[in-house]
């Protein structure tokens, strides 16, 4: 993260959240100090240990969003995780640690994609030399004898200037249709049923990679174009220059040092403890969540791993239960809290018109693609964040997920008939927006099942 300072990373955020002032300003800091340990000499970075945050607030005002836009910006092995889907050990249900064998996983495949494209020039040169042995295969002659020698050398000499010429071809693009044929491993791989209180991806073993080396590989030819034949044959040369055990290693120490643990809903596992019916299990999860909040090994299919350093920031809106509700061993492990407002009708106005990937700046290109030039005057957005806000109040409240819903019945009718609407210019007004939503708007009943 060295490159993002934490106003450059609030700044990120700003494009495609709004509002949550406090809780980017939380998570900019922690991916910061991230950085920052890293700097620090090796006696006492050992001792800095990050500060998880719990992201508080009602559904809809952010809370995965920001996670969603960390991931892009973390240039670390980053996971998001329902911490809903897991069950306590012995119940049926995915265990804790599969939490951490994820993050491995995705570090390896992060720190592979980064050293594979590290050699892909290299990649490439060795690919084109087996494309031109392919569409020119090599003539060997065991007579080499008296004259037969001078012959071979006119062939060789003959042969180089015919690769040569096929070798500019194939960089120019000239050759993409022509067919080559290729050996490639065939997929197939015996079927085998195994009986397991837990899954084979929560042991994190790979059955094909354990009986591999026993039996033989099966090989297959296939006829492909040259374009395709390509991309196969960099990809199988990459894949031989890069040194697993090397990128293994740096993959484990990234996402020991850098990993970023994004657990949702965690307030679906907090609550009083239940003695019987669905909920048995929750104090279960965050008893088996400790060890590895707190800092212990988990063993995956690449060795074993330490979560002393990963970041783990929660949330959940807590309109149930409360963060005082988690066991007190888990409380302390998340000391920063974060509150995120409730959403307004100038937060909603904001929404459909500021961030990037805005709903209003959606539905224009949307339009676009039938050739109908959308437009929303100002007044018809405020009146759409205003009902928005409105039906929160009265009915549920979900934040700006109500957008979307009050968005598609408004222009219902237009994505509906746009192929056939003679019409190419729609401007979407304050007054179009009132008679589209007042029925629904108005009958409080009806606005709870369709809004």
């Known amino acids: 993260m060295k490159e993002l300072t934490p106003r450059e990373i609030v700044k990120e955020l700003d494009k495609y959240i709004i509002g949550q002032d406090k809780a980017k300003k939380s998570v900019a800091i922690a991916m910061r100090n991230r950085w920052r340990r890293q700097q620090v000499k090796d006696a006492l970075r050992e001792e800095i240990m990050p500060n998880n945050i719990i992201l508080i607030g009602p559904t809809g005002v952010g809370k995965t969003e920001i996670a969603r836009r960390l991931a892009k910006l973390a240039q670390a092995p980053f996971i998001k995780v329902e911490a809903s889907k897991f069950t306590e050990v012995g119940y049926?249900?995915?265990?804790?640690?599969?939490?951490?064998?994820?993050?491995?996983?995705?570090?390896?495949?992060?720190?592979?994609?980064?050293?594979?494209?590290?050699?892909?020039?290299?990649?490439?040169?060795?690919?084109?030399?087996?494309?031109?042995?392919?569409?020119?295969?090599?003539?060997?002659?065991?007579?080499?004898?008296?004259?037969?020698?001078?012959?071979?050398?006119e062939v060789e000499e003959k042969r180089e200037r015919t690769r040569e010429k096929l070798k500019k071809s194939l960089q120019e693009k000239k050759l993409e249709k022509r067919m080559v044929e290729l050996s490639v491993p065939s997929d197939?791989?015996?079927?085998?049923?195994?009986?397991?209180?837990?899954?084979?991806?929560?042991?994190?073993?790979?059955?094909?990679?354990?009986?591999?080396?026993?039996?033989?590989?099966?090989?297959?030819?296939?006829?492909?174009?040259?374009?395709?034949?390509?991309?196969?044959?960099?990809?199988?040369?990459?894949?031989?220059?890069?040194?697993?055990?090397?990128?293994?290693?740096?993959?484990?120490?990234?996402?020991?040092?850098?990993?970023?643990?994004?657990?949702?809903?965690?307030?679906?596992?907090?609550?009083?403890?239940?003695?019987?019916?669905?909920?048995?299990s929750r104090e279960g999860v965050q008893r088996d969540l400790l060890p590895i909040v707190e800092g212990s090994s988990v063993l995956t299919k690449y060795g074993m791993a330490k979560t002393d350093h990963i970041l783990f920031i929660a949330s959940g809106a807590f309109n149930v239960s409360k963060?005082?509700?988690?066991?007190?061993?888990?409380?302390?492990?998340?000391?920063?809290?974060?509150?995120?407002?409730?959403?307004?009708?100038?937060?909603?106005?904001?929404?459909?018109?500021?961030?990037?990937?805005?709903?209003?700046k959606q539905y224009?290109?949307?339009?676009?693609?039938?050739?109908?030039?959308?437009?929303?005057?100002?007044?018809?957005?405020k009146e759409i964040a205003r009902i928005s806000y409105e039906v929160n109040m009265r009915t549920e409240n979900i934040g700006a997920r109500r957008l979307h819903t009050i968005m598609t019945y408004l222009l219902d009718e237009i994505l509906f008939n746009a192929p056939d609407i003679p019409e190419k210019k729609i401007t979407i007004t304050k007054g179009r927006v009132k008679d589209t939503l007042k029925d629904v708007v108005a009958d409080e009943d009806l606005s709870r099942y369709i809004l």
């Open 188 to 280: 197939s791989f015996p079927m085998m049923q195994i009986f397991s209180p837990i899954g084979i991806e929560e042991m994190g073993i790979n059955i094909q990679e354990i009986f591999g080396g026993m039996l033989p590989k099966n090989i297959k030819k296939r006829k492909v174009g040259i374009s395709e034949a390509r991309k196969m044959l960099v990809q199988e040369e990459a894949q031989k220059l890069v040194d697993m055990e090397k990128v293994i290693s740096e993959a484990i120490t990234r996402a020991e040092n850098s990993g970023i643990v994004f657990l949702d809903e965690i307030d679906k596992i907090a609550g009083e403890r239940s003695k019987s019916g669905p909920d048995v």
């Open 323 to 360: 963060p005082s509700d988690l066991v007190p061993e888990l409380q302390g492990r998340f000391p920063i809290r974060t509150e995120l407002n409730s959403l307004t009708t100038q937060d909603f106005f904001r929404i459909l018109t500021e961030p990037e990937n805005a709903l209003v």
């Open 364 to 381: 224009i290109a949307l339009m676009k693609t039938e050739g109908i030039d959308l437009k929303f005057n100002v007044d018809a957005i």
């Open 92 to 153: 049926v249900g995915r265990d804790v640690e599969s939490i951490i064998r994820d993050l491995v996983d995705l570090s390896v495949s992060m720190v592979k994609s980064e050293k594979t494209d590290a050699v892909k020039e290299k990649a490439e040169l060795l690919a084109e030399d087996r494309l031109l042995d392919l569409l020119l295969p090599s003539v060997r002659n065991s007579n080499r004898r008296g004259s037969n020698l001078v012959i071979d050398k």
